[in-house]
């Protein structure tokens, strides 16, 4: 069983930067692909981003590309997700996850991921 424990939420202006990290325990961090969402208040979770266990591959949503970036550091169990020139539209309680799956496309899908963190709330004010 994984547990992932995201952190580093908040609030910020918009045009500053947060950095969001996940870390997990439980399982071989190395060998689990790891992804972010998000979710605002009555809408549905969305991908944000996504890090393959084998090659690092790193994909984005459009929304967030140019701005956010997603890391992994194996030595700590731990991803990341800097986000720079936060927008109003970014304001959502964000999620980290974890998959088996290193197909970087199958990781845009929710239903690719076996453990969930609880969440970490994002404001961003304008």
């Known amino acids: 069983q994984v547990q992932l424990v995201e952190s580093g939420g908040g609030l910020v202006q918009a045009g500053g930067s947060l950095r969001l990290s996940c870390a997990t325990s439980g399982g071989t961090f190395a060998t689990y692909s790891m992804g972010w969402f998000r979710q605002a208040p009555g809408k549905e979770r969305e991908f944000i981003s996504a890090?393959?266990?084998?090659?690092?591959?790193?994909d984005y949503a459009d929304s967030v590309k140019g701005r956010f970036t997603i890391s992994r550091d194996n030595a700590k169990n731990t991803v990341y997700l800097q986000m720079n020139s936060l927008k109003s539209e970014d304001t959502a309680v964000y999620y980290c996850a974890a998959a088996r799956t290193f197909t970087i496309v199958a990781l845009k899908s929710l239903g690719q991921y076996s453990y969930w963190g609880q969440g970490t709330q994002v404001t961003v004010s304008s």
């Open positions: 890090i393959t266990w084998l090659g690092g591959v790193t």
